[in-house]
Structures are given as C-alpha cells and as structure tokens.
C-alpha cells in the first residue's frame, strides 16, 4: 500500500524530481551525503552495542517462555527492547540507502551456514548482512559500467532464487 502512495506521489511531481528519487525507492547507496554516513554510523554504533549487551537473553528468548523466565529473563520487556532496537535500525538503515530487501533474509543464512550451532550470533549475522551489502553495491557498480545498477535492484535478483532454495531445501533436525 505505501509503495502505491509513493507511486502515486512521484506521478504528480515534476520529472526530474521523480528520477531524483527513483534510486532511493529501488535501494540505492550512491552518492549519499557525508551526513548521512555520520548519523548511519552513530545508529549503527549504538545499536549494536545495544544488540551485543542484549545478545544472552536473546539465546534464551529461543526456549519456551517458562524455561527463558527460570532463567532470569523479562519476557516481556526483552521482547518489546528488541522490537523497538529493529525498528529503530531498519529506520535508519532504509532513511540512508531505501528499501533494500533480502539482506536480512541472506545475511543470517550465510551467518548460520558457517556456523556449527543452530544458534545465529548477532554479531556474524551483522557481518554477513554488510558482507551482502558490499559485495551487491560493488556488483551493482562494475556489472554494466558505466551504468550503475541500484543495490536494491541486486539484492533482489540474487535474493529472490535464494528464497526459493530456502523454501525448497529440505529442513534439517536439531534433536
């Protein structure tokens, strides 16, 4: 619904200012202000100090809520710190490059597939996921140079066929 009102919104406006905007609402991380990589790193240095201090109970938060109380966690309230920490990255995160989708869903893959337990870190998810990101922008800039193709836009190619795999792979048993 709200990619319609942008839709709509851009229809109304003048030409140049719907091609201003149109990389920012495919995902773009091209010629973003120096700012704009301050307030990101600032965002991303908070809130990943905040996701490192709230990593533990968020391993526990996987148990049944009985078993993550037993053991000292507010259920509760984690969840609703949790919540508001995403919602405040993925904010700022889409304030700064647009709607980049299948990070989340590639980056944790990647982080779980390398890793022994069935547990993601936190921290080797957020790598992958800026791994990801990297490695899409510096395709996006050398596939068809000089002509640059938005992250979002290859994100979305490589992303869509690894949603499928996820779909189709067959599930392994923790037991």
């Not at 851009?10 to 719907?18: G, K």
């Not at 526990?60 to 609703?80: C, M, Q, W, Y």
């Not at 982080?111 to 990297?134: D, E, K, Q």
């Amino acid at each position: 619904m709200f990619g319609a009102i942008t839709q709509l919104l851009l229809a109304r406006v003048a030409i140049d200012t719907a091609n201003a905007a149109y990389p920012w609402t495919v995902g773009s991380l091209n010629a973003r202000p120096i700012g704009a990589l301050q307030l990101l790193m600032l965002g991303l240095g908070l809130g990943l100090a905040t996701a490192l201090a709230l990593a533990r109970s968020l391993t526990l938060l996987r148990f049944k809520d009985a078993t993550a109380s037993g053991l000292g966690v507010n259920i509760k309230r984690r969840r609703r710190e949790v919540l508001l920490l995403s919602v405040a990255l993925t904010a700022l995160a889409v304030a700064v490059a647009g709607p980049v989708g299948m990070v989340g869903l590639i980056g944790p893959e990647i982080a779980r597939s390398l890793s022994s337990s069935r547990s993601v870190p936190i921290l080797a998810a957020t790598l992958s996921g800026a791994l990801v990101m990297v490695l899409a922008d510096l395709a996006g800039r050398t596939l068809l140079a000089p002509i640059e193709i938005p992250v979002g836009i290859v994100t979305a190619v490589v992303g869509g066929p690894w949603l499928l795999w996820i779909l189709m792979r067959p599930q392994r048993s923790f037991t």
